[in-house]
């Protein structure tokens, strides 16, 4: 009898309950590759979209027009223009020029990913300017010339295509205050009106 309970006793704790066996890992599981994040090489729509512009404007008088973009929204503009003379009968000596660097200020982000981005600006700076003081006709010998540094404000809308990325059209109110008197119809001290064309190279 003692040898036959020992074998009992065995047998029932060797098929007693035993621990979970661990789960089994798939190797192909293992294995797969995890999805990578992109965000940080995906182009976000509110990147700096223009750096150097080259163009030109129009409106009172004429000529070219450069822009530089240092940072998403700050950025320098220069516009180098000349007026015709005020009567027909003057000759080229009664032509003014200016040259006017600014520094110029988007209000606004680009948006990209939009077919029609709009980008309100303002921006200021100086205006050098020479221009005759008096009207050399025709009849006379020379005129008069006068030059000096003024002041010039302005505020405007860029408007960029997203079918034309590179290209934007700007509508601008600028007042000048100019250093002497012109006798340039085209350029008045007080409020004129610019249209401005520019192409981004990059």
Request: no cysteine; aromatic share 10%; net charge neutral.
């Amino acid at each position: 009898m003692p040898i036959a309970a020992g074998l009992f006793l065995t047998t029932f704790l060797v098929s007693g309950p035993q621990p979970p066996a661990p789960p089994i890992t798939s190797v192909a599981a293992a294995q797969e590759p995890q999805p990578q994040d992109d965000s940080r090489t995906t182009p976000a729509s509110t990147e700096r979209p223009h750096e150097v512009g080259l163009g030109g404007f129009g409106g009172a008088g004429g000529g070219p027009s450069f822009r530089y973009f240092f940072g998403e929204q700050i950025g320098v503009d220069v516009n180098g223009g000349w007026y015709r003379p005020m009567n027909g009968g003057s000759t080229s000596s009664g032509t003014s020029f200016q040259v006017s660097p600014s520094m110029v200020v988007m209000l606004n982000k680009s948006h990209q990913l939009a077919d029609l981005d709009l980008r309100p600006y303002v921006g200021g700076g100086v205006i050098y300017l020479n221009t005759p003081t008096t009207i050399a006709r025709t009849t006379s010998t020379t005129g008069q010339r006068q030059s000096g540094v003024g002041m010039q404000a302005f505020g405007g809308v860029e408007l960029t295509f997203a079918s034309a990325p590179s290209i934007a059209i700007s509508a601008e109110t600028i007042y000048h205050k100019l250093p002497v008197q012109t006798y340039n119809v085209n350029l008045t001290r007080g409020v004129d009106f610019y249209l401005l064309f520019h192409y981004y190279m990059k």
